[in-house]
């Protein structure tokens, strides 16, 4: 699965949100049915989300479409580039205090739009027991390929991340920042 076009790491992550951009980002990224949308949803129910699915499915790509392809990676580049600036704006006009971004984590190219804006991620790791393989395989059929890849890179700890959050233990590995934390819906449900 190794392509120019997948990025394992990223510069480190800068300390303070002036310096980068107006709105912090906070990435949530992980395994394809790992549960990032479900995470999404109960912590930050009423916030903008940039999904990166979007793009892939309004233009009818799949990641192994961009694997070696640079006809297809510009086209799908483009589209991001475009949908993300559309993102960001929309954050601004309505005064949010922070964006929402939903991927993998390997994406080259968001990858390179998000080193404009301060960006704080949040790996999730499934609750193994309760994923269904071969129904997420089945919706996504590329999912197998790419999250062997992504474990394999996440083994050798080639993903960066500022800290994880554990479906099994539903908890985080780390304190959260009290910059990110304030935004989080963390009252008991």
Known sequence: MDSKYLQTWDPPIPTSPRKKSEIPI?????????????????????????????????????????????????????????AFTQFYQNLKEKNMP??????????????????KFFVYRIWITPDLRRIKENK????????KNLNDHMLSLH???????????NFKTYDFSKRLPPIIKKFF????N
């Open 26 to 82: 906070i990435h949530v990224i992980g395994l394809v049915g790992a549960g990032k949308s479900t995470f999404i949803q109960k912590y930050f129910p009423n916030l903008p989300i940039f999904d990166i699915k979007d793009i892939y499915q309004t233009n009818n790509f799949t990641p192994q479409d961009l694997h070696n392809n640079p006809a297809s990676y510009l086209q799908f580049q483009s589209a991001l580039d475009y």
């Open 98 to 115: 922070i964006g929402i971004v939903e991927s993998s984590g390997i994406n080259k190219g968001l990858n390179e739009i998000l080193k």
């Open 136 to 143: 997420i395989t089945e919706k996504q059929p590329y999912a």
């Open 155 to 165: 083994k050798y700890k080639k993903i960066i991340y500022n800290t994880e959050f």
């Open 185 to 188: 819906n963390l009252r008991e």
